[in-house]
């Protein structure tokens, strides 16, 4: 009998669906829609996302994921059957095997959340994998390997920053930093320098076309709109890169202290395979201008982006998914 098999990068930003032979075919934003009167759903992914902000008080637009992890866990199962649906089509009746990510530093507490979650939606089974590994798969790592790997993914919630040597993670930690911060960071900033409130959507827009890791001699600017704190009218500001570096100083203090945590604890050998091949970044906040070269020079090892990094996590399982039998003896957690 024909099973569905699908792979589900399950972000606090965006979800992203892998299907065996296909690659990624689904990327959305991992956002629901409430109405808060009677708790129905109205709306999911890109619409849902499209409201934040913009909701009257009896509708709550909001991520059901925080820091990598499940924060609302019925909103979770609702956005699960929602792509899970979506994907199955014609074949929706058969229930799907899926291979799920987990950010590395998951309690076994939240690891059984991910996977009742799964279940719930409509899943035959659930295997987790954790994110560095799928990620290192995506990004062409052979993890396999008796050498040392280092992969730094960034995503929305959180960091994961793993040394991979054997299929397995020899030495890891999970930052709960990641886009969503820079995001709060540069809101935050505009609003105590310029007494402008910006929303979500502005904060990740100025992150996006002009954010930098590292202060630049020519600098991009981008004009903003929100509101006057001390008039409450519409205003409009301009910001200029160096601006954004200044306001994502402290979040990506914490992502090299997070590198330089888990290069303390890693092997002599593994150490120096990684000084011979570099660290990999992957994930949506390494598309932040400079990123790589603020890694390679705040650790002293070169350092390079990987192709397509927010499709990384999402290939890895699609890889999984094609030896779901080889990889449930090594690196999957069956629910």
Same mark, same amino acid.
Request: hydrophobic share 45%; charged share 25%; proline share 4%.
């Given at each position: 009998?024909?099973?569905?098999?699908?792979?589900?990068?399950?972000?606090?930003?965006?979800?992203?669906?892998?299907?065996?032979?296909?690659?990624?075919?689904?990327?959305?934003?991992?956002?629901?829609?409430?109405?808060?009167?009677?708790?129905?759903?109205?709306?999911?992914?890109?619409?849902?996302?499209?409201?934040?902000?913009?909701?009257?008080?009896?509708?709550?637009?909001?991520?059901?994921?925080?820091?990598?992890?499940?924060?609302?866990?019925?909103?979770?199962?609702?956005?699960?059957?929602?792509?899970?649906?979506?994907?199955?089509?014609?074949?929706?009746?058969?229930?799907?095997?899926?291979?799920?990510?987990?950010?590395?530093?998951?309690?076994?507490?939240?690891?059984?959340?991910?996977?009742?979650?799964?279940?719930?939606?409509?899943?035959?089974?659930?295997?987790?994998?954790?994110?560095?590994?799928?990620?290192?798969?995506?990004?062409?790592?052979?993890?396999?390997?008796?050498?040392?790997?280092? &992969?730094?993914?960034?995503?929305?919630? $959180? #960091? @994961?920053?793993?040394?991979?040597? /054997? =299929?397995?993670? %020899?030495? +890891?930690?999970?930052?709960?930093?990641?886009?969503?911060?820079?995001?709060?960071?540069?809101?935050?900033?505009?609003?105590?320098?310029?007494?402008?409130?910006?929303?979500?959507?502005?904060?990740?827009?100025?992150?996006?076309?002009i954010g930098s890791a590292l202060a630049r001699n020519k600098e991009e600017e981008i004009e903003i709109k929100g509101r006057d704190m001390m008039a409450g009218l519409p205003k409009t &500001?301009?910001?200029?890169?160096?601006? $954004? #570096? @200044?306001?994502?100083?402290?979040? /990506? =203090?914490?992502? %090299?202290? +997070?590198?330089?945590?888990?290069?303390?604890?890693?092997?002599?050998?593994?150490?120096?395979?990684?000084?011979?091949?570099?660290?990999?970044?992957?994930?949506?906040?390494?598309?932040?201008?400079?990123?790589d070269q603020l890694v390679s020079r705040s650790v002293e090892v070169p350092c390079y982006v990987a192709d397509d990094p927010l499709l990384c996590v999402s290939r890895g399982a699609a890889k999984v998914l094609d030896n779901l039998d080889v990889y449930k003896k090594s690196i999957i957690t069956k629910g």
């Open positions: 009998m024909f099973t569905k098999k699908i792979g589900i990068d399950l972000g606090t930003s965006n979800t992203l669906i892998s299907v065996p032979g296909r690659g990624t075919i689904l990327n959305e934003p991992s956002v629901v829609a409430v109405s808060i009167e009677d708790n129905r759903i109205l709306a999911i992914g890109e619409k849902a996302k499209k409201m934040i902000g913009r909701t009257p008080e009896l509708i709550l637009a909001s991520r059901p994921m925080k820091d990598g992890v499940i924060a609302d866990f019925r909103i979770t199962e609702a956005l699960l059957r929602y792509f899970i649906d979506k994907v199955g089509g014609r074949f929706r009746f058969f229930r799907p095997e899926v291979v799920i990510s987990i950010p590395a530093g998951i309690t076994s507490t939240e690891r059984r959340a991910v996977i009742n979650a799964t279940l719930e939606a409509g899943a035959k089974a659930a295997y987790v994998v954790k994110e560095p590994i799928l990620a290192a798969m995506g990004a062409n790592i052979p993890i396999d390997s008796a050498s040392g790997n280092m &992969i730094i993914d960034i995503g929305g919630g $959180t #960091t @994961e920053v793993a040394v991979i040597s /054997l =299929g397995g993670v %020899v030495a +890891a930690t999970s930052s709960r930093v990641g886009g969503n911060k820079f995001d709060d960071a540069i809101k935050e900033y505009v609003r105590k320098k310029y007494a402008l409130a910006i929303g979500d959507q502005t904060a990740e827009k100025i992150k996006i076309e &500001i301009v910001l200029k890169t160096n601006e $954004t #570096t @200044e306001a994502v100083s402290d979040e /990506l =203090g914490e992502i %090299v202290r +997070a590198i330089k945590e888990v290069l303390q604890e890693t092997p002599p050998e593994l150490a120096a395979d990684i000084i011979d091949r570099g660290i990999i970044l992957s994930g949506g906040g390494s598309l932040l201008k400079n990123m």
